[in-house]
């Protein structure tokens, strides 16, 4: 049974517009979370993560937001652009366990 | 730019033969992680390594598999006799590890593993 779902295998946006990847898991003990982007032959890069202290963090275009409540975060890339097209991974973990991650969700910024 | 390096990056070859597979990680870095990454199962943790010391390989085939760290800067992952199943993109990730999950982990740009 998957910890970590991100149930959209694949996303299209329009350059300029707002990029939501979401990502729901089931372990309460998760308390920390983090995205991870990929481009092809090359090996996940850390974008941007958050405690579940917090409800939302921000960097730069990438905001964060935790729902602990309903056990799902999303990523919000604005305004989207052609060189974010990459398949980005939701990881968590928690006290003494390691990452667990999604299977990833494709995203293309059309030009 | 510090970076994980992983060698080879690209290996081909016949069903039976044992494959091996390097990672230096980060200099400082405390834990080592294999994974490997399927179209169906995204990324799937197969062995963990702090300071050194095998922690967690209940991801890998023990029967087949086999994972060290020689030293601090290498980590290997080994396949015998590799089957064509085993075909995949192996990622090598090191990270600060305190126990307490919260720090990320810097990856590796992959071995990709074609078994014929």
């Known amino acids: 049974d998957q910890q970590v779902k991100q149930n959209s295998p694949s996303l299209s946006v329009q350059e300029g517009r707002i990029s939501i990847l979401n990502c729901d898991y089931t372990n309460s003990m998760f308390d920390y979370f983090l995205w991870y982007k990929k481009y092809p032959a090359e090996g996940p890069t850390f974008l941007i993560s958050i405690s579940s202290i917090k409800d939302k963090n921000e960097d730069g275009r990438f905001t964060v937001f935790l729902n602990k409540s309903a056990k799902h975060l999303s990523l919000h890339i604005v305004p989207s652009q052609p060189g974010d097209s990459a398949v980005y991974f939701c990881a968590a973990s928690g006290l003494g366990q390691n990452f667990v991650f999604g299977p990833g969700t494709r995203l293309s910024v059309l030009p | 730019d510090a970076r994980v390096t992983q060698t080879p990056r690209h290996k081909v070859t016949e069903m039976g033969q044992e494959v091996t597979m390097r990672c230096q990680p980060i200099?400082?870095?405390?834990?080592v992680f294999w994974y490997r990454q399927t179209m169906m199962q995204g990324l799937e943790l197969l062995a963990y390594?702090?300071?050194?010391?095998?922690?967690?390989d209940s991801g890998m085939p023990k029967d087949r598999f086999s994972a060290e760290m020689p030293d601090a800067t290498l980590a290997t992952l080994k396949i015998q006799p590799s089957e064509p199943r085993d075909s995949a993109v192996y990622f090598c990730?090191?990270?600060?590890?305190?126990?307490?999950?919260?720090?990320?982990?810097?990856f590796g740009d992959g071995t990709r593993l074609s078994i014929l």
């Open positions: 200099l400082g870095h405390n834990t």
């Open positions: 390594f702090r300071n050194r010391a095998p922690l967690d």
């Open positions: 990730a090191s990270g600060l590890g305190t126990g307490n999950g919260n720090q990320p982990q810097h």
